[in-house]
């Protein structure tokens, strides 16, 4: 699995982007939109499926707030 932070810092808004191989380069993209407010960091698995992402990232959600953003695409199947 890939990680890629693209700010260290701590900022006021999070977005999580968490996909299979279509979601590659999304995170650059919608951090361009954004102000510099949010904190967009992502994690790609190819051929993922939606439980393996969930599952294998389930601690990271803890820290994420009311005002925070997960973006999710798994693969189809849950198994």
């Given amino acids: 699995m890939s990680v890629s932070r693209l700010y260290s810092n701590t900022k006021e808004n999070k977005v999580r982007v968490l ?7 999304i995170a650059a993209k919608i951090d ?25 990232l389930e601690n990271d959600f803890i820290g994420l707030g009311k005002s925070d953003v997960i973006i999710l695409k798994g693969g189809g199947g849950m198994m």
């Fill in 19 to 25: 996909g299979d191989s279509y979601l590659t380069e």
């Fill in 32 to 56: 361009q939109f954004l102000t510099s407010n949010y904190e967009v960091s992502s994690w790609i698995k190819p051929g993922a499926k939606t439980n393996e992402l969930v599952s294998s």
